[in-house]
Every structure is written in C-alpha cells, then in structure tokens.
C-alpha cells in the first residue's frame, strides 16, 4: 500500500494487513522459521519478508473483506488527521473485531494433524507457515500454498 495514503479504504486495508501479519507471524515462529527470510519479498531491515510472502497467500480475503465492510462505514467513523483519513479509535477497535470474527469462521480444509476436514480461517493461516516448513525440512515432497476457493464457501462467496 501507498505510504502515507489519503484514502479511507487503502488506509482500512493497512489495518487488515496488519492484524493478518500477526496471524501469519504466530504461524512463522510456531513453525521454527526465520520470520526474516523471504523468498518472495526482498530482505530488508526490520521487515519479516517471510512473514510478507505468507501474508500474499490471504491478501485477497483481506481485500474482500474490507472492501464489503468498508462499503457498511459511515463518514462520520472517520477523522481527518493532516489531510490523511483514518478510522476513529472506536471504530478500528471495531475493525479489528470483524476481522478476528471473519478468521474465526470455519472453512472446509484439513488440518496439517487431521484434525477433522474443517478449521477456522486462522488455523489455515497459522498452518500455512508450518506446510513450507515441512518442505524445507525435507518432510514433505512439495508445498502448494492455501487455495483462495478454499477460503470461499456457498458459490464462491466468502464465509463471511
């Protein structure tokens, strides 16, 4: 996203993002990898690339997402602070709610300990680090990242 960025909505997703980089984050370290060793992302100081490579996998349920919820804001929830618009304080707390309640719905998808053939999305996403660590540690034979039709349910609609 666009550093410092005007619009609501790149600002909303800044925010989705960021709660996303936590869940992938706990899945990174949870899993014994270097948070700042990306493949996709180049290494650069203080940046998790690995954690930002995973992040890519759920971009797309982060932009729905917040493009619906954005659609339900009404101006009055934001505050215009040096001509950048951003969330009032109740509203990210808000925000933030929907987002950890969207990560909480259930999704078909089994479990790296099969567990049962559904988990919540933040399984997936915690998982998802643990999937390439079994790669790279020669465990398994390849790694083929979450599909993002896994993340939808009911015709293509996301669970939300």
């Known amino acids: 996203m666009k550093y410092n960025a005007e ?13 996303l980089k936590g869940e992938v984050y ?6 014994h990898l270097d948070p700042y060793l990306g493949y996709l992302h180049s290494i650069q100081f203080a ?18 997402f917040l493009i619906g ?21 109740e509203e990210s707390y808000k925000l933030i709610k929907a987002i950890n ?13 099969k567990y049962g053939e559904q988990s919540k999305i933040r ?4 998982e998802e680090p643990m ?3 079994q790669y790279l540690r020669g465990e398994k ?12 349910t009911n015709n293509s609609k996301y669970v939300w």
């Open 26 to 31: 706990r899945g990174v370290m949870y899993a």
């Open 47 to 64: 940046k998790p690339s690995l954690v930002r490579d995973i992040q890519e996998i759920f971009r797309g349920l982060i932009d729905e």
């Open 123 to 126: 399984t997936a996403i915690r």
């Open 69 to 89: 919820y954005s659609q339900k804001l009404k101006e009055d929830g934001f505050e215009n602070k040096n001509g950048r618009m951003f969330l009032k304080k």
């Open 7 to 19: 619009d609501p909505l790149n600002n909303l997703l800044n925010l989705g993002y960021e709660v």
């Open 141 to 152: 034979e390849g790694y083929e990242p979450i599909s993002s039709t896994l993340l939808k």
């Open 131 to 133: 999937k390439l660590a």
């Open 101 to 113: 309640e969207l990560f909480d719905k259930r999704i078909r998808h089994q479990r790296i300990k």
